[in-house]
């Protein structure tokens, strides 16, 4: 089992700036990789970035358009923390941001590749 705590979200005006936090604890050796979703209201949870590692290839980050250029991917190693850095934002940016623990060799990219899910933190964007 892999637990996974988010923490930062908050109500920030377009243009401004949060980090979320996603600290993982329990089998994280079993996972590979971390990813960050959303889920606004009335809408499908979608994909935002993901972190994934290999022994071989080292860490590869992938963003979806929508935040390519604003948000930012990382994780601190020795802490089992990820983290989002949300620069930029926008009302539609407004929604409930989850992370993930990857643990199928599925395009990270999918909901389906990660088997563990936080409880979520509530971004809000205002105009």
């Known amino acids: 089992q892999v637990q996974l705590v988010e923490s930062g979200g908050g109500l920030v005006q377009a243009g401004g700036s949060l980090r979320l936090s996603c600290a993982a604890s329990?089998?994280?050796?079993?996972?590979?990789?971390m990813g960050w979703f959303r889920q606004a209201p009335g809408k499908d949870r979608e994909f935002v970035a993901a972190?994934?590692?290999?022994?071989?290839?080292?860490?590869?980050?992938n963003y979806a358009d929508s935040v390519q250029g604003r948000f930012t991917a990382s994780r601190d190693n020795a802490k089992n923390t990820v983290y989002l850095q949300m620069n930029s934002l926008k009302p539609e940016d407004t929604a409930v941001y989850y992370c993930?623990?990857?643990?199928?060799?599925?395009?990270?990219?999918?909901?389906?590749?990660?088997?563990?899910w936080g409880q979520g933190t509530q971004v809000t964007v205002s105009s």
């Open positions: 993930a623990a990857k643990t199928r060799a599925m395009l990270p990219t999918l909901r389906a590749a990660y088997g563990y």
């Open positions: 972190i994934t590692w290999s022994a071989w290839s080292g860490d590869r980050i």
């Open positions: 329990g089998r994280t050796l079993s996972t590979s990789g």
